[in-house]
Structures are given as structure tokens and as C-alpha cells.
């Protein structure tokens, strides 16, 4: 019953990653200044309801911090309406289909194997509102959905919402596309941004609401640089059905320690935003080009591989992604293992493929060089042309020179568990 061991436990997962080249695609790095936010006394603290409009007293501060966030999504995103109270990805999806459909509705969504997030899916969020998913048709050699393929189906099923938006997402989407059928059938279009909400926000990726979505929820803590938490903005018309959906619907108290933080990382987004996004997207396309000229199988290679964060490659012929992602995180490269669309739900424990976010590694430095590097590595580790333990040496003296955090108000070490705490 001792503290430390925990704090002990902290310390090693620190060391870990201090010494490890992070790159799951859906994490990302918070400044200090985030972080401060974390241990304040607002973790303490309860602020149901809106802006002036709160359930208990003691408010008038968070009211100040919750309107600074939301002045600042609205401009970061030129959005009509804003709710900044989702505590998660998940919580601001569900929070959409509520305000957006009924029980028994249908909706289109990409399939897992296609990129589709699970709460777009049966077995999550849509499930659990009851919604019929029906799935985009989608071409593997364009990687991208079909448009023919899916009048023809909308036509038929009449879903009341095309969700958009996925978690393995390398190009944008047919925003625009999607809503010419919409308007046909009077549906709803809803993006889920959360892979490239910072990407949106520094202006190097489609924006959604431009293009025609009625609502974009995001996640902030991928290519954003907030905390896990999330936003929903919206077209002002379905303003009201969002918050509502929102609280009462399915949040209470709305974690005001991570809310401050995220208003943070939104002025950060905003002063240095697009500069990042820029270097995100240039080191996701150097990265696929480089594991490319090693001749591993990167997605998307008629399409210049990537437009995003993200890098997706087939390694099937190197025991699948199951592997693969085990034996690089023993020689400190951490990613994930990945469903492509040619793969059955039932492959879901070694699929085909692995993904690779570089937005982490952009955050603390590393440009078109430093991704020729991990390439290397990473390719000598697949092949097993290089052992686990030179690999891990190389890992180890590449990360030495980037362990500050920047773009941020003032440049700082990224592993400084004990001085927060």
C-alpha cells in the first residue's frame, strides 16, 4: 500500500518511452503547458450545464475557461457552433448520432477493415442507438470509397446519416461527393475528424464543414495537441439537438481539469498549428517513400501514399502485422498492427498490415531526415537484416536528439514526470 510503487511504475513506462520512437497513430505529446492543467484544482471540481447556466455554484471561473475554448474552436475551425464538453471521440460520435437519427435509422459508415472506427459501427456507438450500418462500397486500388457504388446503395437503404471521417485515413474523403446523395435522399452528413483534427485546424487537410458536413466531432489528442478529450462542431441549425445531446443526453460533469487543457492546446494550435501540420504531412510522405525504396508494400502508392499523418503498409509476407508489430516494439518502435480492406474481422489478431503516425516524432523535432533513419531501421528489423539489438542501439541514439517538446510557447523536456508531480 505504497504510493511509489505506482509512481515507480510511471517511471519506467517514462523511461520507455524516453528511449522509444513513438508512433501509434492515434497519440500525441502535450506541452507543459497542457499538462499544468492537469493537476490543478479544476480536477476537483463539478460544472454541469452551459455558460451561465451551471447546476452548482462555483462556476464563474470555468465559465471563463470553457468560453476561451470555445471562441477559439469556432475559430480554428470557422464553425457556426461549437460544444467543447465531450470527455472522448466516442462520447462526441454517440453525442451526434443522438442529436442526428432515431432508433431504427440507417446510416452508411466505412467497415472496420476499410478504416472505420468501431463506434461508427454495430458493435459500439451506432449499436447501441439502435441504427441500422450500412457500408460504403469501397475500392482497395483507390483506397478510397465508391461513389457509383454508393448512390446505388443509399438510393436503395435511404439511411438518414453518411458518416464520414476513419481511423485508418491516409487521403480526404469525398466530402462533397457524399453530399450531393445526401441531398437527394434529405440525409445528414457527420465527419469524424479526430485522426486529423490538427491537420484540419492547421489547414493542410480537407476541411469538412467547407465541403458540406452538417457536423464534425474530433478527438484532440492525435494530430492535435490537446488532451483526450474531444469537440463537436456543427451547422448553427442543429445547434441546439447537439448540446442537448450532449447534456443533458450523455454528459454530466465534463473533466474541467482536461477542458482548461484543451483551451491551451487550441492557443497553441492557433499560433503554431500550421507550420506543424505542414512538417506532419511532409514526414508521413518522406517516411512512405523511404520504407517504399526498402520495397515494403506501402498503401497508396499511386496516390503519393499518404496526405496525412499516417503511413499503412501490407506485411503479410513478413508474418503479418501481428508480428511485425511485436518484434519493433522490442527494438523500440512502437506501432500497432492494422485490418486492411482486403482483410476478414476474423484476421483481427494478426491482420495484414501495421500503421505509422508520425505526428509524436513531428512534435518533438524530427523532420524528412529522421524519417529516412526510422525507415531504415525499420526495414532492416522486418527483413531481419539487422538484429533486435543493433536496431534498438540505433533507436536509442537517433531519440537522444529529440526529447523537447516544441511547437509550444516555450520548448521544454518532453519526459518530466517528476518536476509535474
Known amino acids: 500500500m505504497d504510493p511509489e510503487t505506482v509512481y515507480g511504475i510511471i517511471e519506467k513506462h517514462h523511461r520507455f518511452y524516453a528511449d522509444s520512437l513513438p508512433m501509434i497513430a492515434s497519440e500525441n505529446i502535450t506541452s ?10 479544476l480536477g476537483h471540481r463539478y460544472a454541469e450545464g452551459k455558460i451561465g447556466e ?8 470555468i465559465d471563463e475557461i470553457e468560453e476561451i475554448a470555445l471562441n477559439l474552436t469556432k475559430e480554428l475551425f470557422n464553425a457556426e457552433h461549437a460544444n467543447v464538453q465531450p470527455i472522448s471521440g466516442v462520447v462526441a460520435n454517440t453525442a451526434a ?37 450500412f457500408y460504403y462500397p469501397f475500392s482497395i486500388e483507390e483506397f478510397d470509397i465508391d461513389i457509383d457504388e454508393t448512390r446505388k446503395t443509399a438510393l436503395r437503404e435511404n439511411p438518414r446519416l453518411f458518416v464520414l471521417g476513419s481511423s485508418l485515413i491516409l487521403f480526404p474523403q469525398p466530402v462533397k461527393e ?4 445526401a441531398d437527394e435522399i434529405d440525409a445528414r452528413v457527420m465527419y469524424d475528424g479526430s485522426h486529423v483534427l490538427g491537420l484540419i485546424a492547421g489547414n493542410r487537410f480537407q476541411d469538412p464543414m467547407d465541403e458540406g458536413a452538417d457536423v464534425m466531432t474530433g478527438s484532440t489528442h492525435k494530430t492535435f495537441f490537446g488532451p483526450q478529450r474531444a469537440i463537436i462542431v456543427s451547422k448553427k441549425e442543429i445547434a441546439d439537438a447537439i448540446d442537448k445531446a450532449v447534456f443533458p443526453g450523455i454528459i454530466s460533469n465534463h473533466h474541467l481539469n482536461t477542458l482548461a487543457g484543451y483551451a491551451v492546446a487550441a492557443m497553441e494550435m492557433k499560433m503554431f498549428g500550421e507550420k506543424y501540420a505542414d512538417q ?15 520495397g515494403m508494400k506501402v498503401v497508396g502508392e499511386d496516390r503519393g501514399f499518404t496526405e ?17 508489430a511485436e518484434k519493433l516494439e522490442k527494438a523500440g518502435i512502437v506501432l500497432n498492427k492494422n485490418l486492411m480492406p482486403w482483410d476478414s474481422l476474423k484476421n483481427t ?39 533486435l539489438e543493433l536496431a534498438k542501439k540505433k533507436v536509442n541514439e537517433l531519440k537522444r536528439d529529440f526529447s523537447t517538446v516544441k511547437y509550444t510557447f516555450e520548448e521544454h523536456p518532453a519526459y518530466e514526470f517528476q518536476k509535474l508531480c
Open 32 to 41: 507543459r503547458f497542457v499538462r499544468r492543467c492537469y493537476v490543478s484544482d
Open 54 to 61: 451551471r447546476y452548482y455554484q462555483g462556476c464563474a471561473y
Open 97 to 133: 448520432f443522438f442529436a442526428l437519427t432515431n432508433p431504427g435509422d440507417g446510416i452508411m459508415a466505412l467497415s472496420v477493415p476499410s478504416g472505420g472506427h468501431i463506434s461508427h459501427d454495430r458493435v459500439s456507438s451506432a449499436g447501441i442507438r439502435g441504427l441500422k450500418v
Open 178 to 181: 457524399i453530399r450531393e446523395i
Open 280 to 294: 506532419v504531412i511532409r514526414n508521413a510522405k518522406r517516411l512512405a517513400e523511404r520504407l517504399h525504396e526498402h
Open 308 to 324: 496525412s499523418h499516417q503511413v499503412v503498409a501490407d506485411v503479410r509476407e513478413f508474418g503479418g502485422g501481428a508480428k511485425v
Open 349 to 387: 489478431e494478426n491482420p495484414s498490415g501495421i500503421r505509422l503516425g508520425v505526428q509524436e516524432l513531428t512534435r518533438l523535432g524530427m523532420k524528412e531526415g529522421e524519417m529516412e533513419e526510422i525507415a531504415d531501421i525499420i526495414s532492416g528489423v522486418v527483413s531481419e537484416s539487422v538484429s
